[in-house]
């Protein structure tokens, strides 16, 4: 079956102009996230990279492939890089244009032995189908500057709140460190970190992502087809 090619969309069902690009993804920006899987907490952002090949919508549903092993859902907070933002950008959050959520999703199993070998992640937080995105809310209708929400939810279970203030590295600093080493283009996207509360996921799991006081959005989680 071929695969469905991705385009960032805004909430009211516009294409967004520019292509999908790369996801530069934050880990460990949450204290109790960090200590639920018996990591340390960094003293600077962890960064990893997901192509745009990992990139899915999350609504109205998504597929794994079971074969790659269990597959954990990690809800955050996603920026859309509108203007090109490098190092010597001044005020990056200026050049956001669309906050949106996301599931970062994660073969548990396979990240453990491979960081256990000393490896890279890649194969168990890059693969196709691992960056699950929602539409995105235009930056202008929100203050990036104050508290941010978003909550998860699986079958109707709450699993996941975050809120930017509990972040161990807040949104300015994160593109300040991300940029320091990646310039970030229209199209990229950052994935800021999930709270805690990760689990797994399972083919016809009822999920929910909401943003503050934004609409709910649903998804069903569906096996890939061979």
Not at 23 to 37: F, P, S, T
Not at 87 to 100: K, M, N, Q, R, V
């Amino acid at each position: 079956m071929e695969k469905v090619m991705y385009q960032h969309k805004w909430v009211s069902g516009e294409a967004i102009s520019f292509p999908a690009g790369k996801a530069v993804c934050i880990g460990r920006n949450y204290v109790a996230h960090a200590q639920e899987l018996n990591n340390p907490i960094p003293e600077s952002p962890l960064l990893f990279i997901k192509p745009a090949s990992a990139f899915c919508d999350f609504s109205p549903a998504f597929t794994i492939n079971e074969q790659l092993g269990e597959h954990h859902y990690e809800a955050e907070l996603v920026l859309l890089v509108g203007e090109t933002i490098t190092a010597d950008t001044l005020e990056p959050l200026s050049h956001i244009c669309g906050i949106g959520l996301g599931l970062d999703l994660t073969l548990r199993h396979l990240q453990s032995q491979l960081k256990a070998q000393g490896h890279p992640w890649e194969r168990a937080k890059a693969f196709d189908g691992s960056a699950c995105l929602s539409a995105f809310i235009p930056a202008k209708e929100l203050e990036l500057t104050q508290p941010l929400e978003f909550r998860f939810w699986q079958n109707g279970q709450l699993r996941q709140y975050g809120e930017t203030d509990k972040m161990i590295f807040k949104l300015d600093h994160l593109l300040q460190e991300v940029t320091r080493y990646f310039t970030l283009q229209p199209g990229d996207i950052v994935m800021t970190g999930t709270p805690q509360g990760v689990g797994k996921l399972n083919v016809g799991d009822s999920l929910a992502l909401q943003l503050g006081d934004f609409e709910q959005l649903k998804s069903q989680v569906q096996a890939i087809l061979q």
